[in-house]
C-alpha cells in the first residue's frame, strides 16, 4: 500500500463508505486506512493482516485485528457480516484473486478492490520496449523476488469479475480523483491509470 | 500491597455449585498489586493455570521463585501496576490457601480429602465474582489467563458478560479434547496408583502420594514443551556421563530433568487439588449449558478481546484458538488475534517471549486509553 498515493486513495475509499458502516480491511497493513474511515466516517473497523508486526502495530492503535491469511482465512466469518470490506493493492499477492473477490462480496454487502493496474501505457511500453518484466515506481520488485503472484491489467479484473458473478458497480480515476458510475471497459481508462480502484458487490440470483 | 490475603465468601448465601452441593463461607486466598483507582475501572483480573496460583508478581512463599508472570505483571510492564489494580485469586479447589481439599471442611471440622465437592470452571468462576463483588469493582477492565486461566476467562465472557469491558484468553480452547482428557487421565491415575494416595486420605499420614504425583507432574510437562524445543534443549545428551549406564537411573539430560520437574512441584501442590482441577478443566464446555451452541454461550459477549496463541503449542494448539475468534467473529464482537511464533510449546505463555509482551502491552494500553 505504501505503493500508492495513499491520501487520495484513502480519500476515495472513505467517499464510497456511508458513516457507521462495519468494515473490513483485508491485508490492513498499520491500520492506517482503517484509522482514517474511523475519523472520517466512525466506521466499526476490522482489520486482517498477514504479517505480524504489522499486527501488533494494528494492536497498539486499539484496532481490531485477525492476523490471517486473505487466501485462507475468510471463510471463517458468516455471509454479510459487514457493509465493506476492502481489499487495497492486495488482490495480485493472493494464490487464488478469484476465490477472495467471492469470498468478500460473500462477507460483506459491497467490496472495494484496489490493485496495480499491468494495463497502464508506462508498463505496456516497458514490457515492448525493454523486453524484461517492468520494474517501476509502484511495481519496484524484481521478477523474481516479488510477492506478487497474479498481476493482471484492468480489462483482467473486469472479466474475473464477470466470470466470478460480481457486479461492479463504480470505478475510480486516482488521476482525476473522481468516481465514476461503471459502464464498461473504456480503453483510456485502462491504459492511463495506474492503479484500479473499483466497488463492486455480489450478482444476487 | 501485594501480601497474600484470604477472604471468606458466601458467609450469608451458599455457593451452589455445577454438581448440586454448595460451599458455605468459603475461603478465597489472593494478592492485589496497585490501587483501584477513583472510577474503579482500572481492575486485572488474572486467573492462574492448573498448577498456578495467587502468587502471579510476587515470590512463592514455599518456592522461593518469583511470581509466574512477573514478566507480564509489573511496574512498566504490560499490565502494569502502577495504572492498574491486579486481582489474582487462588482457585477453589486449589491448594494455596483457597477452600480446597486439603482445607478444613467447616462443618464437619475435618479436613475435606475427597469428600470436596466435584468442581467445574463455571464454580471457579462464580466464586472469582463473590470475590470482584467483595472487592466493589462492578465491571472488570479486563480478565486474562493463560490455559485453564483462557477457559475461566471463557467463561466469565459468557457467563458475567456485562462486568467484563475486555478479555486476554491465551492458549486455551472452549472445550478440553479427547486427548486433554487422556493426558489428565494419565495424571490422575498416577497419583490414584500411589498407595500413599490412599482414597484422598493422607493428610495426617507422614507418607504422602508424592511419587504418584511426581509423575504426574512429568507427564504435563512434557505436554507443555514442544518436540523442537525438548530437541534443542537436551536431544539424546547424557546427565553427567560419558556412556550409558545398562540400568534404569536417569541416564539421559531429559529424564534427569523430569524428574527435578516431578521432585519440586510435590512441595508446593497438594495431590487432591490434582485431581479436583484436572476434573474441572475435563468437564469444561463453555457452551454446556446453551446444548453445545457457542453462538448462544457468548451471544451477549460484549467485550474486546485479543485471543492468543503459540504456534508449537500442540494441547491447545491455535486451531481451537482459532475456533474462539471465529465465533466471536461471527457475533460481531470486537476480537483481536495472533499467533505467535515460538517452539516454547503451550508453556510459552508463561515464557519472557518479546512477543506475547508486545502484543499485551499494546492492546491493553490502547483500550485503557479509549476506556
New interface residues.
Given amino acids: 500500500m505504501s505503493l500508492i498515493n495513499e491520501k487520495k486513495d484513502f480519500r476515495i475509499i472513505a467517499d464510497l463508505i456511508p458513516a457507521k458502516s462495519?468494515v473490513i480491511d483485508v491485508g490492513c497493513n498499520d491500520g492506517s486506512l482503517l484509522e482514517f474511515l474511523k475519523e472520517e466516517k466512525d466506521i466499526n473497523g476490522?482489520g486482517m493482516e498477514i504479517d505480524?508486526q504489522k499486527?501488533?502495530?494494528?494492536?497498539?492503535?486499539?484496532?481490531?485485528?485477525?492476523?490471517?491469511d486473505a487466501d485462507l482465512d475468510l471463510y471463517?466469518?458468516?455471509d454479510n457480516?459487514f457493509d465493506y470490506s476492502i481489499l487495497t493493492y492486495t488482490l495480485q499477492a493472493t494464490k487464488s484473486p478469484k476465490n477472495v473477490l467471492s469470498e468478500l462480496v460473500r462477507i460483506s454487502s459491497k467490496a472495494i478492490i484496489s490493485f496495480p493496474n499491468f494495463g497502464h501505457w508506462k508498463i505496456a511500453t516497458s514490457l515492448l520496449i525493454n523486453r524484461k518484466m517492468p520494474i517501476s515506481e509502484k511495481l519496484s520488485y524484481s521478477w523474481h523476488e516479488t510477492p506478487n503472484l497474479h498481476f493482471c491489467t484492468i480489462n483482467d479484473f473486469i472479466d474475473l469479475c464477470e466470470e466470478a458473478g460480481i457486479r461492479i458497480e463504480k470505478q475510480a480515476n486516482l488521476k482525476t480523483n473522481k468516481l465514476n458510475e461503471f459502464y464498461g471497459k473504456n480503453l483510456l481508462y485502462s491504459y492511463f491509470n495506474e492503479v484500479g480502484l473499483f466497488l463492486v458487490s455480489k450478482i444476487k440470483n | 500491597m501485594n501480601e497474600n490475603k484470604i477472604v471468606e465468601l458466601a458467609t450469608e448465601q451458599a455457593l451452589v455449585l455445577d454438581c448440586g452441593k454448595s460451599l458455605k463461607s468459603f475461603k478465597t486466598a489472593y494478592t492485589t498489586y496497585g490501587k483501584l483507582n477513583d472510577a474503579k475501572d482500572n481492575a486485572i483480573l488474572i486467573c492462574h493455570a492448573l498448577t498456578g496460583d495467587q502468587y502471579v508478581a510476587s515470590n512463592h512463599p514455599i518456592t522461593k521463585k518469583e511470581g509466574w508472570w512477573s514478566y507480564i505483571v509489573g511496574p512498566e510492564k504490560p499490565i502494569d501496576t502502577n495504572k492498574f489494580f491486579v486481582v489474582c485469586p487462588n482457585v477453589i479447589g486449589g491448594c494455596m490457601g483457597s477452600t480446597g481439599p486439603k482445607e478444613i471442611n467447616s462443618e464437619t471440622g475435618k479436613v475435606y480429602g475427597t469428600d470436596f465437592p466435584v468442581i467445574t470452571i463455571a464454580d471457579m468462576v462464580r466464586a472469582q465474582k463473590l470475590l470482584i463483588d467483595y472487592l466493589g469493582i462492578e465491571k472488570i477492565f479486563c480478565v486474562t489467563g493463560g490455559s485453564m486461566g483462557g477457559m475461566l476467562v471463557l467463561e466469565w465472557l459468557s457467563k458475567f458478560p456485562e462486568m467484563v469491558h475486555s478479555a486476554i484468553p491465551i492458549a486455551t480452547a472452549t472445550n478440553h479434547s479427547a486427548q486433554n482428557i487422556a493426558l489428565n487421565e494419565l495424571a490422575r491415575q498416577s497419583i490414584m496408583a500411589d498407595p500413599n494416595w490412599n482414597s484422598g486420605n493422607y493428610y495426617n499420614s507422614d507418607n504422602k502420594p508424592l511419587k504418584g504425583l511426581s509423575v504426574a507432574r512429568m507427564a504435563a510437562h512434557i505436554s507443555y514443551l514442544s518436540k523442537d524445543a525438548l530437541h534443542s534443549k537436551f536431544g539424546r545428551n547424557l546427565q553427567d556421563k560419558s556412556s550409558l549406564d545398562y540400568s534404569f537411573d536417569a541416564d539421559f539430560q531429559i529424564e534427569s530433568y523430569l524428574r527435578h520437574q516431578g521432585f519440586t512441584f510435590v512441595d508446593r501442590f497438594d495431590a487432591n487439588s490434582y485431581l479436583y482441577i484436572t476434573r474441572a478443566m475435563d468437564y469444561f464446555d463453555v457452551s454446556s449449558s446453551n446444548d453445545g451452541s457457542l453462538i448462544e454461550s457468548f451471544k451477549n459477549t460484549i467485550s474486546k478481546v485479543l485471543c492468543i496463541s503459540f504456534t508449537s503449542d500442540w494441547l491447545y494448539p491455535t486451531s481451537e484458538n482459532k475456533k474462539i475468534v471465529k465465533v466471536f467473529n461471527t457475533l460481531g464482537i470486537n476480537v483481536s488475534f495472533i499467533e505467535i511464533e515460538t517452539d516454547g510449546g503451550h508453556d510459552s505463555f508463561l515464557l519472557e517471549e518479546p512477543n506475547l509482551f508486545e502484543a499485551m502491552q499494546g492492546f491493553i494500553k490502547s483500550t485503557y486509553e479509549n476506556l
Fill in positions: 462495519s476490522r505480524q499486527v501488533q502495530l494494528c494492536l497498539s492503535k486499539g484496532i481490531s485485528v485477525i492476523e490471517g471463517d466469518y458468516p457480516l
